[in-house]
């Protein structure tokens, strides 16, 4: 199924089935090739970790994971569902605790697809918080399609510069289709550095929180 | 006080029991341990308190407090519930677990596992269908500094089996067997 998105298909007939694809992501893998061996780095991933990146990680010396998992025990349902007088409380709960290290890789797939736009925001503010100079926010959107699974998928890296889309059959949602611009105002303080269309739909999206941010 | 070590005929021949009724990790636990030994805290038990000891263990029941096994392995088993800080040699969770983990030698988080808390081992697996949110800290002197610091805090004990210091509770299933030393 390379190059399709994992569950445009059969969504009747196959309903609730998990179904798989995978896919190219040049941005990601440049991310992986320049990771500096003798620099330490401190990563947050949102989504809900998996072994092929704890792995493809800790190849490099010295190097701390956070694993945020918004969509365990509800955590996205509730963000979504919260006053917006409540809703930074709700994402610092979502967020690992503050840590002395700053922050200087964070992985943001899916997430935004299912994130109003100004929970986005006040995430974004929050992880400027955290960012060191330099920080790398690796983000992927649906961005050609017009729907979308109603939960965030699940990614995991492959072999040769891929990753492999996991989600279920089923229901399907509107997709907000971010433009760039949308992204860059919710971004916040995060700098636009490349984005790439990719070829099952979706835009893979690499930003920088700028060295005299920190 | 109710010891965990204590030879009954009929609680060792339940915790022999105990590893049939478990997930393959906990069957590989008890073979990692060599000579088969390895203590049970049953699935009805409750701790509240400090567990130490000198032999692996398998949790299966309810532990508040922190878990010491500084030399050997402690399995969580798939209906163990742990809130604690835990230090061991090695840890591997099939059930829940809330609290931080400091392993010398490696930390496994099975597919069934439901595990929030820091993660402190030189390496660290995290399987498939496993539920995680936390840190995980692999680098070596990171350990080193986090197992090294708990050392000096903690009180080693000469102790067989683990000894719960504080509260231990069991109910009428349990006194039927299903908390005991594995021999």
């Known amino acids: 199924m390379r190059g399709a998105s994992a569950a445009e298909a059969k969504p009747d007939r196959d309903a609730g089935k998990p179904v798989s694809a995978t896919f190219k992501a040049p941005l990601l893998t440049r991310i992986f090739d320049n990771l500096d061996p003798e620099q330490r780095h401190v990563v947050l991933d949102l989504g809900p970790g ?6 493809r990680l800790t190849a490099e010396r010295g190097c701390r994971i956070e694993i945020a998992n918004f969509v365990a025990d509800h955590g996205l349902e509730g963000l979504n569902a919260a006053p917006p007088e409540s809703r930074e409380e709700t994402l610092r709960a979502l967020l690992p605790p503050p840590n002395a290290e700053r922050l200087t890789l964070i992985f943001c797939w899916d997430l935004p697809n299912y994130l109003g736009r100004a929970a986005l925001q006040t995430l974004c503010a929050l992880l400027g918080q955290r960012a060191a100079g330099g920080c790398r926010l690796h ?3 649906s961005y050609s399609r017009r729907d979308m699974p109603a939960q965030p998928a699940r990614y995991v890296p492959a072999s040769e510069g891929q990753l492999t889309q996991h989600c279920v059959n089923g229901e399907r949602v509107p997709a907000p289709r971010y433009s760039p611009e949308d992204l860059g105002k ?11 269309l990719l070829a099952n739909g979706m835009q893979e999206f690499v930003y920088a929180w700028p060295s005299g941010q920190a | 006080m109710f010891e965990l070590g204590k030879k009954d005929s009929e609680a060792a021949q339940a915790a022999a029991r105990q590893p049939e009724n478990t997930a393959s990790a906990s069957a590989a636990g008890a073979k990692r341990s060599g000579s088969g030994q390895f203590a049970v805290i049953g699935r009805s038990i409750q701790i509240n308190g400090d567990v130490k000891g000198d032999e692996d263990l398998m949790i299966e029941g309810d532990v508040s407090g922190t878990v010491e096994l500084r030399n050997h392995s402690l399995t969580v ?6 809130k604690a800080n835990i230090f061991a040699r090695a840890i591997s969770v099939d059930g829940t677990t809330e609290g931080d983990m400091f392993a010398s030698e490696r930390i496994s988080v099975r597919a069934t596992a439901n595990v929030r808390g820091n993660l402190v081992a030189p390496r660290v697996s995290l399987e498939d269908g496993a539920r ?3 840190s995980i800290e692999m680098d070596q002197q990171a350990v080193e500094k986090a197992l090294g610091s708990s050392s000096r805090s903690g009180q080693r004990t000469d102790t067989v089996a683990p000894r719960p210091n504080g509260d231990v ?3 009428g299933a349990d006194r039927q067997g299903s908390a005991a030393v594995a021999r």
Not at chain 1, 50 to 55: G, K, P, V, Y
Not at chain 1, 186 to 196: H, S, W
């Open chain 2, 169 to 171: 509770k069991a109910t």
């Open chain 1, 139 to 141: 983000m992927l959107i």
């Open chain 1, 186 to 196: 919710a971004l916040g303080g995060f700098k636009y550095e490349r984005g790439v």
């Open chain 1, 50 to 55: 998996c072994q092929e990146l704890i792995a």
């Open chain 2, 132 to 134: 995680f949110k936390g």
């Open chain 2, 77 to 82: 088993g798939k209906e163990g519930k742990v």
